[in-house]
Structure formats: C-alpha cells, structure tokens
C-alpha cells in the first residue's frame, strides 16, 4: 500500500491500532501502518495495553505515540484505574504542518508554542497542561503508587502469563468440544506469522475460544468455572473469564460481532498468573458441565 | 524566531517573548547532540525576567540550515556573526559542554561584547575516548545509550516520577541525529571537544565575569577535569565563581531549579 499515493490524500490527523485486536488478537503491522501514516504526514497512534512492553515496544517498529490502560498488566492486580500516554518524541509535528495546536502561539498559554518549548515532548506538553488546567485530570497519589509499584514486577509477571497462556491454548486446541482458539500461537490464525515476527515473547494473555453447543452450554460453561472470575477486566494476575457477546460487546449487532470474530458461543478468557494445571482442571470440569448441559 | 546568519536560516529559541532590543541578552549555547530545548527552564524564566534569550540550535543542528561546525574555533566565529544578525552589542554567553567551549572560545574573540560568560559541564581538556569517538561514528544509537548513561547521576528520574530525564534525552539524540543527513553530528561535535587546545589561552583573554556549574558526580566532565579552567580564571585575575551542584553532566534536567538560580543570581550580581 505504501507508495500507492493513496495515503497522502487522506484527511486523518491520526493512524491508531491495536497491538493485537480484542479478543480475535489480530496483530497490528505497525511497521506497515506507521509507513501509510508516515507518508500521509500524521502519527501512529497504538493502544499497546494487551501486550504492555514487554511483548512489543511499538516505538521500535514506528509508532509515534504510545497508550495503556495502565489498569491492566501494568498495573497487574485490577486495582486501579489509571492510564499513560507516552510521546516516542521522533514524530516532526512542524514538518507535518497539520498541527497548529502544537506549532503556533496558544494564547490560551500565554502564546506558547509547544513544538518549540520541547523538541521531542510537544504533545505530551500541551496534552499534559490543559488536560490539568481544563479537566483536573490528575492521578491519586495511591493509584499512581500502586501503578509503579507493579510495573516493578511487569517482566516477572508477563513471562508467567505467557507461560500460562501457552498451556491453555494448547489444551483447549485439543479438547472436542471447541471448535476454534483465537490466538496467534496456533498456525491456524490468520496473525500467526505476523506474531512471531513482531511477538516473539507471544501475542498475549488475552484471547477468545469457541464452545461447541447452544448458548445454555455457554452459560454452564462460565458457572461451572471455579478458579476463573466472572469478571469484565483483563490483565489480571487473576484469571478472568466472560461472554462477548453478552457483556463487553453487547450493543454490536450480530453482524457486527461477526465481523469482529465473535459469535454467541465465544468466551473470552485473561489468563492470570495461578498454577496452570489448576487453570486447566478449572476448564475441564466447566466443559464437562457444558457438554452434560446439551445432552 | 529564525535569524538569517552567514546566508543560513538559524533557530532561536526565545522564550516565548519577543526581542526587545531595550533588554539585555543571555546567548544560550547547547551541547553535543543537543538543542535549544535542553535549556528550556532556565531560559524561560529568564525570558519572563527581563532578559532577551537567544538559545540557538547550532548551524546542522535541528532547525537551523547551515554546515555543523567542525570546531569550536568555527563555532565561536558563528556566535560572532549570530549576535551581529541579531543587532546585539553585548551579550551573556551560557554553554553547556561544548557549547561551554565555544562561548568560552567566542567570549576571549568578542572581549567586551561579552557580559558574563557561563560554563556549565565544562573541562579543559575536554578529551573525548576513542571507544565513544569511534562508536559515535560507527554505532552511534550505541554511543547514544552510553552518553545518557555516563551523563547522568542516576537513570531514575531525580525528580521523582513524571519527569523524564533519560528518555527524553534519548529521544533528543536520536532527533538531532537524524536532523543533519550530510554529517553525522555526533562524531563530529565530539571530535571538535577533543580537538580544541585554546582553553586556557581563552580563559586568559576572557574580558568579563566567570561562572563555573559543574556537577560533582559529572562523569563526562569531572569538577577535576574543570580545574584547568577554573585555576586559570584565578590566576589571570577574573573575577570568577564556581556553583558545585550534586548532580552529574546533565545540570538543566538533573537539578534545573539549582541550575536556574546559579545562572539567574550569577547574572544578577555580576
């Protein structure tokens, strides 16, 4: 695509992806997009919350800006709720010239011209202040400590979800009763070579799988489950558990749930940081409940 | 605002005001694989205080057109010709590293144009190892990680978390680096340091006050290897001041409150 002229005529002011989608864990071509965002003058925005940076420094493949729900990995317990937004400080927002919140006077700052007062830190300037002064956007001290104190533990924790993930997935590849696991460590995923070139330490700890059967199966699925928690987050040192279709994505029409790789037997998993033989007992007995369900 | 110098457009930061010529002028001058923007609390505060600030990005150097210079000699001629495109008689001239060599350079030419000069991170010699001059040539992302490392007291942010120091200063580098696609500035920035031999000659023809900011846990320029400089600042009969601050080479981001005030009531008294 890049080359093609088509991205120079687009109107966007951002690219903004995904590392890996929720839950199908399509991977993002960030060298790929940020290439088409690059030629059409505009930074690449990516939500790197389910691979959090010990899966994927995006800066080092393109990406100009980087986000996280910091209430996920890397905050790592589900305790708090909190996000970051970091400037990688190589996009040229002068060069652009579609930036004028950033390159010319801002009399709402007594003139100040972001792109000159930091080099390499205008956004973060201007997103900084004024979400301060406008919005009191400011983070309690505690669940700013309960941040940084589990990113302390980050690299420790995402190679046992890892580990974890793997275990899982192989089981449930394995067991008859589902028809399809969403995760790029399986040759059937369409992201599977993409995943191991820009994943190599793996596509995450977050990620779907189809049950055989009707919906009741589904639901005697989730309330057979003992270790896994019933819960919306993900990135837990917990393992979680939920329905799309039901909860996270509820308004979506079928279509659209189609689309995003979603149908009314998906059940999206968070594999925490427990034994994994635990994990996989826990599994076992919920698709033995839903297997007896739709005798 | 951008000033025409020798025929090429030269970025100056200026605080965010507009030069007035009724005011007295601080000339900033950055460091090797630097800009303006390192500078930018100090000269901001200035800026709102009286002072016209010019802190320059180096011909080569990030906004500004123009050859980098090759050595301080060169770049001290450049200063010359900035405070003439500018309209300025006489000016303070503040550098930090290199730039501290060539405002002391440019300040023993320009004698009573010279206000004050300032000398932050400074050494004379300012010998630069071959390991780090020949990595700055060949693998310069590596010589990257070593500058913001030995330049620093310490990785973690000093201010506590939510300023950046480090990667910000890397992101800087990686951005002057690639802002100059003829020179690699880096190597050559590092071999103007390790090439100049007029220090102490320099300081001997400085016509005006001196201050020495040095950092006590400096690594790239030790407070010892500053003691040529300031020895002879005493002993030519200048009347100098040495501000120590327990930091290491990076004083604007390590400690810019101290930094500031050191500047701030250098040239308030001096």
């Avoid at chain 1, 004024?130 to 104190?149: K, N």
Wanted: with cysteine; net charge neutral.
């Amino acid at each position: 695509m890049v080359g093609s002229g088509a991205a120079p005529a687009c109107s966007a002011r951002v690219f903004f992806g995904e590392t890996v989608g929720n839950p199908g864990l399509d991977v993002l071509d960030i060298p790929a997009v940020s290439a088409i965002a690059h030629e059409a003058g505009v930074p690449l925005l990516v939500d790197s919350t389910l691979t959090s940076p010990w899966l994927v420094k995006p800066f080092e493949h393109g990406a100009d800006l980087v986000y996280h729900s910091a209430t996920k990995f890397l905050s790592g317990h589900g305790t708090v709720i909190g996000g970051i937004v970091v400037d990688g400080g190589s996009f040229d927002w002068e060069k652009s010239g579609k930036f004028a919140e950033l390159t010319e006077a801002y009399d709402g700052f007594h003139n100040m011209v972001f792109s000159e007062e930091s080099t390499v830190g205008a956004f973060l300037l201007r997103a900084r202040r004024e979400g301060l002064r406008d919005f009191g956007a400011c983070m309690s001290p505690h669940t700013a400590w309960l941040i940084l104190q589990g990113i302390e533990t980050l690299p420790l924790r995402m190679a046992r979800h890892m580990g974890n993930t793997e275990k899982v997935v192989q089981f449930l590849a394995s067991h008859p009763l589902v028809s399809r696991v969403g995760h790029p460590l399986l040759e059937s995923h369409t992201s599977h070579a993409l995943a191991k070139k820009l994943l190599p330490r793996g596509a995450g700890s977050v990620f779907s799988f189809d049950i055989k059967g009707n919906r009741a199966q589904g639901k005697a699925f989730i309330e057979a489950l003992k270790v896994f928690s019933h819960l919306a987050n993900v990135g837990d040192c917990r393992s979680l558990v939920i329905h799309p279709a039901s909860t996270t994505h509820f308004r979506m029409t079928d279509e659209a749930l189609a689309a995003g790789g979603i149908t009314q037997g998906t059940i999206r998993l968070s594999i925490g940081l427990e034994d994994p033989d635990d994990l996989i007992d826990d599994l076992k007995r919920a698709l033995k409940a839903a297997e007896k369900a739709g005798a | 605002m951008y000033l025409d110098v020798n025929g090429h457009k030269t970025y100056c930061y200026t605080g965010g005001k507009p030069f007035d010529a009724a005011k007295p002028t601080a000339v900033f001058i950055h460091g090797v694989l630097n800009d303006h923007s390192v500078w930018i609390l100090q000269t901001r505060y200035l800026a709102n205080h009286g002072w016209n600030v010019l802190a320059v990005d180096l011909p080569g150097h990030c906004k500004s057109e123009g050859d980098a210079p090759a050595s301080v000699e060169e770049a001290a001629e450049f200063v010359a010709a900035l405070l003439d495109a500018a309209g300025v008689k006489r000016a303070a001239l503040i550098g930090h590293s290199w730039g501290s060599l060539i405002a002391l350079e440019a300040a023993s030419r320009l004698k009573d144009r010279v206000s004050h000069l300032v000398l932050v991170g400074t050494a004379f010699p300012m010998k630069v190892s071959q390991a780090l001059l020949d990595a700055a040539l060949n693998e310069p992302m590596k010589a990257l990680n070593m500058v913001n490392v030995f330049s620093r007291s310490t990785l973690a942010p000093p201010l506590g978390a939510g300023s950046w120091v480090h990667g910000a200063s890397m992101a800087l580098g990686r951005r002057v680096l690639a802002s100059n696609t003829q020179v690699n500035v880096f190597h050559r920035g590092f071999k103007a340091c390790d090439s100049y031999t007029n220090g102490e000659a320099a300081m001997a023809g400085v016509s005006c006050p001196v201050l020495f900011v040095l950092g006590a846990q400096d690594q790239m320029t030790t407070p010892k290897a500053a003691q040529a400089l300031v020895n002879k600042a005493r002993d030519s009969g200048k009347k100098f001041s040495v501000a120590s601050l327990p930091v290491g080479h990076h004083q604007m981001s390590e400690t810019p409150e101290a930094t500031l005030f050191a500047i701030r009531d250098f040239l308030q008294s001096a």
